[in-house]
């Protein structure tokens, strides 16, 4: 272990959580008509009803799959009467589908902006560079699953990666666990991070929003655009000039 890795895997880390706490606060408090995903269904509905199912419970399946490799010690699985092989088998089968299944829809949702004219004028350069961050995550992460276990002979990442991640919030951080893992994985975890550190700049905030404010907010009035307005007759001298 050198001073490099004390940087990628401890600096680095935590870095990216303090920027992606503060950024939200920051966003929120002076952005927050800004906090929105900026939908642009209106434009193009075709391409979106594939692409956006694809992407969304494809990434779902990735983040719950990411929690419980990470989060979830192997002595816990082990204990529940999960072996290693019904493990390892499970995670590489639902992780390469679902990852599969992620870079599909953002790659149909890549297209559509590109393509469809009104969404390409409304695509930022924030927009753009969330997209290239998220896709080389997303390709990053299924490299390495493939690489190590379907091509190679396996990576027990719960004995290296699982425990580091666990080390960064126990405030006990363990950079030679990092060091030593495949390249792949490396590369995957940092521009995680990266991700990490502009996802409050970006549309993906909304995905920490859920609309709780609906069930007690009043309910929105409507009024009539005919000629008389109110319901009382206009005083002489004070008609409506059209």
Known sequence: MNALDVVLWVVAPYLAITVFVLG????????????????????ESRLLRIG?????????VVLLGHIGGLVIPKSWTEAAGVSEEAYHITAVV???????????????????????????????RN????????????VLGLAATVAANIIGGGY????????????????????????????????????????????????LVHMLTAPVGYLTRPYVVYRSRDD???????????????
């Open 24 to 43: 939200h606060v920051w966003r929120y408090r002076y952005d927050k008509f800004g906090w929105t995903t900026r939908s642009s269904q209106m434009y």
């Open 94 to 124: 639902l992780g390469t589908v679902a990852g599969v299944a992620t870079l599909g829809g953002l790659a149909i949702l890549i297209y559509r902006r590109r393509t469809v004219g009104p969404v390409f004028t409304a695509t930022t």
């Open 156 to 203: 027990d990442y719960r004995t290296t990666i699982s425990p580091w991640f666990r080390s960064i919030f126990y405030f006990q951080p363990d950079p030679a666990l990092m060091a030593g893992a495949p390249p792949l994985f490396q590369l995957h975890a940092l521009s995680a991070l990266l991700l990490f550190a502009i996802w409050p700049f970006t549309r």
């Open 52 to 60: 956006s199912p694809l992407f969304h419970f494809g990434i779902l």
């Open 228 to 242: 008389q307005r109110g319901s009382r007759k206009p005083r002489r001298g004070w008609e409506p000039t059209r």
């Open 127 to 138: 927009d753009k560079l969330m997209y290239a961050v998220l896709a080389l995550v997303i």
